[in-house]
């Protein structure tokens, strides 16, 4: 998601992630191998293993600050469970794995709360067969899974009304970070490494000679480069356009609420909830400090990623508190804490875009329909193996070509659930 929150809308006393600050910008470089565009987890993941993995110069642009859009608002939901999609139940595996060791390989201490991913479902429903695909997936790669029925389904959730489910499945090694707090690591590191990070400067269009990329035309000047890679979220067709590349992102307006859960609900739920998608689609999970969070997933409202209403409304506000007062009656008296909204940026199909495209020497990492922050590490690696070597060994990359789409607009059909 992406979207600034006011102080009064978003307490950030609740919050209880590692924050650092950035080192001094430095000035624009006049020339770099590669420049990645964006300060999101995205770019900065990609970044950091360019920097430290690729014999590369390594030149970052954000026109905000770290974390600033998608990045900034998001749940930061870890967790494995991706029904029948083995491909990316694999790549979060490994995203899982490398967040879960961050600070050993970053270098950096981020957030990490363990809180089990839940599915709830009823027999033969198509959220059922997900739940059911899911389980079987992640018990053949021997990943922590559980399934639960009837009253052994209600001792684990006891805050839950569980009267029209039959079944759950549970992710139990799922957890939840912050999103600035792990874009704001990555960079640190990039850094670090020796690579460069400047903040509060815009990417205006792009030098192309030969039919390849030759340099980034910023507010604070040119860079010569030989690769750049659009790694900017909501804002990447707008790029590629400069490069007349058509990259078929819809952005959605996505709404959050925080709720304070009372004394006696916490007394009672001292874990305060697990992570879990909610009919109607939205999903909640604890939040730090105590609270609880629930958003809706693909609203399908559709917004400007630089024009559109903060704050949910009232009515949002009162359709979003009675999911969760339904589904977990024990909150139907907590205080609203903070309420913001923020931006997906969506594909047809849901899936990502990986893929060099366009002049020579041009990338796209975007499309990531909500579910980048859990993929993030992987995307960093395989972007570099890309760049690298034109394929990697942790998927296919084939499958998240930009091509696609020139066959079927709709490109895969279907898409990643919650």
Known sequence: MTGRIDVDDRNNETREPAIHSMST?????????????????IGTSIAYFLTTEADREVTLLEKDAIGAGSTGDSSAIIRRHYGEKERYTRLADWSYRFYSRFEEEV????????NRRVTFA?????????AENGRE???????????????AMEREFPMFDL??????????DAAYSDGTDVASGFARAVQDAGGTVVTGVAVEGFDVEDDTVTAVETTDG?????TAVLAAGPWTPRLAAELDVDVPITPSRERVILLDPSEEYLERHPDVLPTAGLPGGYYARS??????????????????????????????????HATLSEYVPGLEDAGVQGRYSGVYSNTPDHDFILDECGPAGCYLACG???????HAPAIGRLMTDLIEDGRSELTDLEFFSLSRFADDDGGHGGGIEF
């Open 25 to 41: 910008t430095p000035e624009l470089p006049t020339e770099t191998d590669v420049v990645v565009i964006g300060g999101g987890v």
């Open 107 to 114: 270098g950096e201490p981020i957030a990490f709360e363990r």
């Open 122 to 130: 009823a027999e033969g429903t198509e959220t059922a067969d997900y």
């Open 137 to 151: 997936i992640l018990e053949r790669l021997d990943r922590p899974v559980s399934r639960y029925e009837g009253a």
């Open 163 to 172: 009267e029209e489910f039959d079944f759950a499945v549970s992710d139990d």
């Open 222 to 226: 040119s860079v010569e480069c030989e």
């Open 287 to 320: 939040e730090f400090g105590g609270g609880a969070l629930i958003a809706t997933h693909h609203s399908g409202e559709t917004c400007d990623p630089d024009d559109y209403r903060n704050t949910p409304d009232q009515e949002t506000l009162l359709e979003l």
């Open 368 to 374: 990531f329909s909500g579910h980048g922050f859990k």
